[in-house]
């Protein structure tokens, strides 16, 4: 039998579509989750290491919704899922994932190895992952006795506050408000972004990290650029210098009469 027209303009239809659905997939690359059998794993669309596509592990909205589901189970409510958390914040990875299951039957596929890989390529360091166990590293709302890193610690470290709440910062210092722990940033821009959330221009200040470690105060290494505190009194709080530009060097290199008019 030929192969007819509607047959052909079916197959053609097939193919756009499959098109389609591949470019759509490919402007939210970024946050696609892989693993290189080589290079662990990543969160684009080939191996950053030797280019390889790798094993596909979730799209970007499982990778989203999961991510909500961590955070929100391990920093705030355990207790939705049923699960027994340690005091130092740990859940059983395999609990989790069963209890998962029970709520999002469509989740069936997911296996600690996801979770292990979500963790280890979290652009913020904001989870651990420790012998079949796993938690949050900071932004807890509930009560952790959180056994994070205390050495290393920068002698500057920063915080956004509001143009409203600055002054009662410096008199009175620094204590949690929604979360247990104040969150602090390792850089001016770090806090600066952190701060945008709350108001669009946050005013930065600066926490001697020295001298407040000095006097006892306990300071831990949470993320990638998050420290966490239980308080810090305001003796160790400054406003922070903005930081400077640095676009000097690239000036100096442009010939005499190239500079702008
Ligand atoms: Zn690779």
Redesign the pocket.
């Given at each position: 039998m030929p192969v007819t027209s509607s047959a052909l303009a079916f197959i053609n239809f097939i193919c756009k579509k499959a098109f389609k659905t591949h470019t759509h997939n490919l402007g939210k690359v970024k946050l696609m989750l892989r693993e290189?059998k080589?290079?662990g794993y990543f969160r684009e669309s080939i191996?950053p290491?030797?280019g390889?596509e790798?094993r596909f592990l979730m799209d970007t909205d499982e990778l989203e919704s999961i991510g909500r589901t961590m955070a929100g189970t391990l920093r705030h409510f355990p207790e939705k899922f049923e699960l027994n958390m340690d005091p130092q914040g740990f859940v059983d990875l395999k609990e989790f994932i069963g209890a998962l299951q029970r709520k999002k039957r469509r989740l069936r596929w997911l296996r600690p190895h996801h979770i292990i890989a979500i963790i280890e390529t979290d652009p913020k360091g904001r989870y651990e992952y420790r012998e079949g166990r796993i938690r949050a590293t900071y932004g807890h709302s509930i009560d952790v006795d959180l056994d994070l890193p205390t050495s290393g610690i920068p002698d500057a470290l920063y915080y956004p506050t509001t143009q409203e709440e600055v002054d009662i910062v410096l008199e009175t210092g620094l204590k949690p408000s929604d979360r247990k722990k104040v969150h602090l940033s390792k850089t001016y821009q770090d806090a600066t972004n952190a701060g945008k959330v709350r108001t669009p221009t946050p005013v930065i200040l600066e926490i001697d990290t020295k001298k407040a470690q000095a006097s006892g105060i306990t300071i831990q290494k949470a993320g990638k650029t998050v420290y966490i505190v239980e308080s810090i009194p305001a003796e160790f709080i400054s406003k922070a210098p903005e930081p400077e530009i640095q676009t000097v060097e690239e000036s100096e290199v442009l010939p005499e009469n190239e500079g702008k008019d």
């Open positions: 290189c080589d290079h191996c290491l030797c390889e790798g």
